[in-house]
DNA sequence: ATACCGACTTTAGTATGCAGTAGACAGTCG
DNA sequence: CGACTGTCTACTGCATACTAAAGTCGGTAT
């Protein structure tokens, strides 16, 4: 079955242009990000897409999607705020975070396979390499694609679709205090694939559990530290 | 046949103070719940918009959201399908509420006042009242308001934004189901009430998890029961 | 001097128009 | 008769134009 030149069909359908409101929902969460925007400012569809080069209408719809994902906040009549997160909102986060991600482990230890497992390994590689060039970025990086891998292994498809929105965020926060927390988070990364591994979901949870739980309270001392040191 | 703004007067007119989009958005809920709207039907902008007397780009805007909400499919460059859910997927829908709705519990121990379990109980008489009139819409309702109110109760704002995205299409998938559940369903809620009432975080937690796991069992049991029966 | 009222400006909300693309159908060639 | 290709249609994606409302500033009257 001389299947016709159609395999250059793995080369994949060529570059499409990726949908503008695409681009620039992910353009703006990156200016969140890395603080063009800064929280609290009020964004002015027209001042957008003229910085950005498009019309309003993709403007438009990306701040719809930003506001349902958490990143502005859309006022009837006034228009998107930069979401400006409280210190409580940061920690309700987090913990909502712990949740899922403690169910997502469970899920990953019941259905990873020895190769997805191999996978993890590389990711944890990739992580302790990061965090050995002391490189905040990459560190948090390694980490959400660490995490993300996980929940995708929990073969969980509401999952999947839901803790990005949360994770995202989390990493927004969490950046500042990637460098510090990072020693013990790829030892116990290190205690959780292992878990996975054996297939041990009430022990792969646990460990989830316990990580996502030291995350939250690092973050909270850093935070109550921070506030203690501006006071 | 000539553009007139009655032939929509099936579905209602839409009240224009509240946003066009939020309206249009609810509308097509209302829509896919009630069964006008299939599951797999391929939503025409242009043909929304005209049945709801409205234009296209509020219906675009609703869509967005829709999509972001796990209510329909936008498929790039072909436009919106309604959401066909799978068994798996009502699944997994059910289990992630399960353990987001356990962990409100405990913050709703954590944070509720009398005055708050007052009204917890005054939702329980609404629901113990639905179940005795048989009214299958009315008891979703119900379950929906209680569950609601238990996770504003939390006083976790990312929960109460998070949960009625999944709480919303539990109630979709869930209304077929809620009479025979209906009994023991608020027979739980009873106890749950009560350990919230007495700030015992743990055993809200307990029981929640109970409750959402023994839901959970008792949708997947009727779903083979049909499978079984239809096959 | 201050408080209230009204016009003005700015910006979101909505409608319509145009172009690009995917899918369907029919005509044509092997 | 079957498969391929060219065309045709219908829909989305994007842009622009218009409308309505909220906020602001200046003026006037008390």
Same mark, same amino acid.
């Given at each position: 079955?001389?299947?016709?030149?159609?395999?250059?069909?793995?080369?994949?359908?060529?570059?499409?242009?990726?949908?503008?409101?695409?681009?620039?929902?992910?353009?703006?969460?990156?200016?969140?990000?890395?603080?063009?925007?800064?929280?609290?400012?009020?964004?002015?569809?027209?001042?957008?897409?003229?910085?950005?080069?498009?019309?309003?209408?993709?403007v438009?719809?990306?701040?719809?999607?930003?506001?349902?994902?958490?990143?502005?906040?859309l006022r009837?009549?006034?228009?998107?705020?930069?979401?400006?997160?409280?210190?409580?909102?940061?920690?309700?986060?987090?913990?909502?975070?712990?949740?899922?991600?403690?169910?997502?482990?469970?899920?990953?230890?019941?259905?990873?396979?020895?190769?997805?497992?191999?996978?993890?390994?590389?990711?944890?590689?990739?992580?302790?390499?990061?965090?050995?060039?002391?490189?905040?970025?990459?560190?948090?990086?390694?980490?959400?694609?660490?995490?993300?891998?996980?929940?995708?292994?929990?073969?969980?498809?509401?999952?999947?679709?839901?803790?990005p929105?949360?994770?995202?965020?989390?990493?927004?926060?969490?950046?500042?205090?990637?460098?510090?927390?990072?020693?013990?988070?790829?030892?116990?990364?290190a205690? !959780?694939?292992?878990?996975?591994?054996?297939?041990?979901?009430?022990?792969?949870?646990?460990?989830?559990?316990?990580?996502?739980?030291?995350?939250?309270?690092?973050?909270?001392?850093?935070?109550?530290?921070? !506030?203690?040191?501006?006071?």
């Amino acid at each position: 079955m001389p299947e016709t030149p159609m395999a250059m069909a793995a080369r994949g359908p060529i570059s499409r242009p990726v949908p503008l409101r695409q681009a620039v929902y992910d353009a703006l969460i990156e200016m969140i990000i890395n603080g063009t925007l800064t929280p609290g400012q009020h964004l002015v569809e027209a001042d957008l897409a003229e910085h950005l080069g498009v019309s309003r209408q993709p403007v438009r719809e990306a701040l719809q999607r930003l506001q349902a994902a958490g990143w502005v906040d859309l006022r009837p009549a006034q228009g998107a705020y930069v979401h400006a997160p409280t210190v409580e909102e940061c920690t309700q986060l987090l913990g909502v975070r712990a949740v899922l991600e403690t169910y997502s482990a469970r899920g990953a230890a019941q259905h990873a396979s020895a190769q997805d497992v191999a996978r993890l390994w590389e990711l944890q590689e990739a992580g302790i390499a990061a965090l050995a060039a002391d490189d905040a970025r990459a560190i948090v990086e390694a980490n959400a694609a660490l995490h993300t891998h996980i929940t995708h292994l929990s073969r969980n498809a509401v999952l999947a679709e839901l803790i990005p929105q949360v994770d995202q965020r989390v990493r927004w926060y969490y950046t500042p205090i990637a460098k510090p927390r990072g020693k013990d988070a790829w030892s116990e990364h290190a205690l !959780i694939i292992e878990a996975i591994a054996e297939g041990d979901p009430d022990r792969s949870e646990a460990l989830m559990r316990q990580h996502t739980q030291r995350t939250t309270d690092f973050y909270c001392r850093q935070i109550a530290a921070a !506030i203690g040191l501006s006071d």
